[in-house]
C-alpha cells in the first residue's frame, strides 16, 4: 500500500524533501494502525530505504516519530574503514531461498556472508547517530585473482546498511533486503497510471499523483477482498480479471441488473469481493 507521494519539480534528486515524506508516510500509517486498534499488534515500525535516503534529516525524522529505521550506506572511505575492522571471525554465511540477480556482475547469487558492528554516522555533528552497520559481503567474480605467490584470494563486493533494528542479524538483515520490494510498486504503476505522466502542468501532476495512490490501495485491496489468487497478483491482473470485464447492465422497475459473462473463471472472487463490499438489499 502507498501512505505518502511527494512531486517535487525540476529534477530532483530522490534525497529532496526525504525528510517530509518519511514523517507523512509514518504519520499515515500509524493513524491507519490506530484506527483499526492494531498499534499494539503490529509490533515494531520500521523505515527501509535505499542509500539516496541515507541523510542526517531523514535518520531525525525517524527518531522524531519514535520509528526504527533501515538505511542503505553508501560503500565510501570512512564505512569502508569501518568494515575493515570487523573480524574474520564474525563474518556468518547465509544462503537465499531464492537466488538474487546482481546486475554489477550479470549472474545470480544464492550464497552471502553478513556481519555488524557499532558504526557512528555523521560523527561530530550535532546529530551523529550510533547504531549497527549490518554488511553483506559476496565474492566479485570479476576481480578475483591470482596473487604474487599463486594463490588465489578472493576479492569482495560489500553492502551495508545502517539500522538501529531490535531484531537479531540474520532477521535484520532479511528484512532490510526486503525494501525492494517498492520497485514492483513502481512497475505496477509505470504499467498504469503513471504512463499518463507528465501533462506539463505541475498542480495537475500533483493532483494525478494523489489519485494514482488512490486507485493503487483500492486495487490492492480489492484484490485481497477477492481472494488468495488475487491478494498477491499485480495491479493489472487484477484490472483485467476484476475491474475491466465485460458486462451488460438492465434496468426493471428500480432494481439493476449486472449481467456478468457467462462461464467466467473468476466469477466466484468478483462476487466474495462484491458481496464483501456491497451488503445486499434489506
Not at 207 to 231: D, K
Request: hydrophobic share 50%.
Amino acid at each position: 500500500m502507498i501512505a505518502a507521494t511527494q512531486l517535487r519539480a525540476g529534477n530532483a534528486g530522490s534525497a529532496r524533501g526525504a525528510a517530509s515524506l518519511v514523517a507523512e508516510a509514518v504519520a499515515t500509517t500509524k493513524a491507519v494502525l490506530a484506527a483499526h486498534e492494531a498499534a499494539e499488534a503490529a509490533g515494531e515500525i520500521v523505515v527501509r530505504a535505499d542509500s539516496a535516503f541515507y541523510s542526517r534529516t531523514v535518520i531525525a525524522a525517524c527518531r522524531r516519530a519514535r520509528v526504527r529505521f533501515s538505511i542503505t550506506v553508501r560503500i565510501d572511505a570512512e564505512v569502508r574503514r569501518a568494515i575493515a575492522t570487523i573480524p574474520d571471525d564474525a563474518w556468518m554465511e547465509i544462503q537465499y531461498p531464492q537466488p538474487v540477480w546482481d546486475d554489477e556482475q550479470q549472474r545470480f547469487i544464492s550464497r552471502a556472508h553478513i556481519a555488524e558492528i557499532a558504526y557512528t554516522a555523521f560523527e561530530g555533528r550535532r546529530d551523529e547517530t550510533t547504531a549497527r552497520l549490518i554488511v553483506r559481503r559476496v565474492p566479485d567474480l570479476n576481480k578475483t585473482a591470482v596473487d604474487a605467490q599463486g594463490e588465489l584470494f578472493t576479492v569482495w563486493r560489500y553492502h551495508a546498511a545502517f539500522t538501529d533494528s531490535p531484531f537479531i542479524l540474520v532477521q535484520a538483515e532479511a528484512q532490510h533486503r526486503g525494501h525492494a520490494i517498492i520497485e514492483q510498486v513502481f512497475a505496477a504503476l509505470i504499467d498504469g497510471p503513471l504512463a499518463h505522466l507528465p501533462s506539463g502542468r505541475f498542480n495537475a501532476n500533483n493532483a494525478w499523483l494523489a489519485c494514482i495512490a488512490i486507485a493503487h490501495n483500492l486495487t490492492r485491496a480489492a484484490g485481497v477482498l477477492a481472494g488468495r489468487p488475487h491478494a498477491t497478483a499485480r495491479a493489472a491482473t487484477i484490472r483485467r480479471h476484476l475491474i475491466n470485464i465485460a458486462s451488460r447492465i438492465t434496468r426493471h422497475a428500480r432494481a439493476i441488473t449486472i449481467h456478468l459473462p457467462e462461464n467466467w473463471p473468476w466469477q466466484h472472487n468478483w462476487r466474495r469481493l462484491f458481496a464483501i463490499a456491497h451488503a445486499p438489499p434489506a
